[in-house]
């Protein structure tokens, strides 16, 4: 009879980073891809803003994948629903290593941004993590089932979260809308905005400059 065991060990994973951290740093995004994706491609969507306010750190989903049978593309993935738990921790662990490295101590404001599957993994760090945020953007994923009510509650009143879809996105139904404003309420109450763009499923620029604009 087979009998599945788990193993502790050592792991490396990559990140990317844009533009460099430095005393005039204004703004560091910590900014977690979507399905599919690899960071070194997905922060190329951050290079319009200003270089000199914006540091980017773009962390890397561990399981990568081939997407087609030419064996020619790469994409990776966060999790899925196979020990989901343990792969939660060990990706929540290599995100800690990453903010210890990267953040951890500059004045700097802190944005985190998920996109897509992105989301997931952006809105567990946070929460459970208790990381202080000076903004929460939600781009096009869904919220995890399994925070609840209390879990952003350690976020000052005026920290926004920022849930945005495009009106056309293929992956978000009537009911999912529904779904993510009532889950968003309960999880952010008045810290919710939500913002909807003319698009389908995809990473708005637009969006992205106005929030590293905006005080």
Same mark, same amino acid.
């Given at each position: 009879?087979s009998? %599945?065991?788990?193993?502790t060990?050592?792991?490396? @994973?990559?990140?990317s980073?844009?533009?460099?951290? %430095?005393?005039? %740093?204004? @703004?560091?995004w /910590?900014?977690f #891809?979507g399905?599919g994706? *690899?960071?070194?491609?997905f922060i190329?969507?951050?290079?319009?803003? @200003?270089? &000199?306010e @914006?540091?980017i750190v773009a *962390?890397? =989903?561990?399981?990568k994948y081939y997407q087609d049978?030419? /064996?020619? #593309? !790469? +994409? =990776?993935?966060? $999790?899925?629903?196979?020990n %989901?738990e343990?792969e939660i921790?060990?990706?929540l662990?290599?995100i800690r =290593?990453?903010?210890e490295?990267?953040v951890?101590?500059?004045p700097a404001?802190? /944005?985190v941004?998920?996109?897509?599957?992105?989301v997931?993994?952006? =809105?567990r760090w946070v929460?459970r993590?208790r990381?202080?945020v000076h903004?929460l953007?939600?781009?096009?994923? +869904?919220?995890?089932? &399994?925070?609840?009510?209390?879990d952003?509650d350690?976020l000052? &009143?005026? !920290?926004?979260?920022?849930? *945005?879809?495009?009106?056309?996105?293929?992956?978000?139904t009537?009911?999912?809308k529904?779904e993510?404003r $009532?889950?968003g309420?309960?999880? /952010?109450g #008045?810290? *919710?905005?939500?913002?909807?763009?003319?698009?389908? #499923? &995809? !990473?708005h620029?637009?969006?992205?400059?106005?929030q590293?604009s905006d005080?």
């Amino acid at each position: 009879m087979s009998k %599945t065991k788990t193993v502790t060990y050592t792991s490396e @994973n990559t990140y990317s980073t844009l533009n460099r951290l %430095t005393p005039h %740093t204004k @703004n560091i995004w /910590f900014v977690f #891809h979507g399905l599919g994706y *690899l960071s070194k491609y997905f922060i190329e969507y951050f290079n319009e803003l @200003n270089p &000199e306010e @914006n540091y980017i750190v773009a *962390l890397q =989903a561990p399981s990568k994948y081939y997407q087609d049978l030419t /064996f020619k #593309h !790469v +994409g =990776a993935s966060w $999790l899925t629903r196979v020990n %989901t738990e343990m792969e939660i921790e060990n990706i929540l662990n290599y995100i800690r =290593a990453v903010y210890e490295r990267e953040v951890d101590k500059h004045p700097a404001k802190l /944005f985190v941004l998920g996109y897509s599957q992105g989301v997931s993994i952006a =809105a567990r760090w946070v929460a459970r993590h208790r990381i202080g945020v000076h903004k929460l953007i939600l781009h096009s994923g +869904g919220i995890p089932k &399994e925070l609840k009510k209390g879990d952003f509650d350690f976020l000052p &009143e005026d !920290v926004p979260v920022i849930y *945005l879809y495009g009106d056309k996105d293929q992956y978000v139904t009537e009911a999912r809308k529904t779904e993510a404003r $009532l889950q968003g309420e309960n999880l /952010f109450g #008045h810290r *919710l905005i939500i913002k909807v763009f003319d698009g389908i #499923h &995809e !990473v708005h620029r637009e969006l992205i400059k106005q929030q590293a604009s905006d005080k």
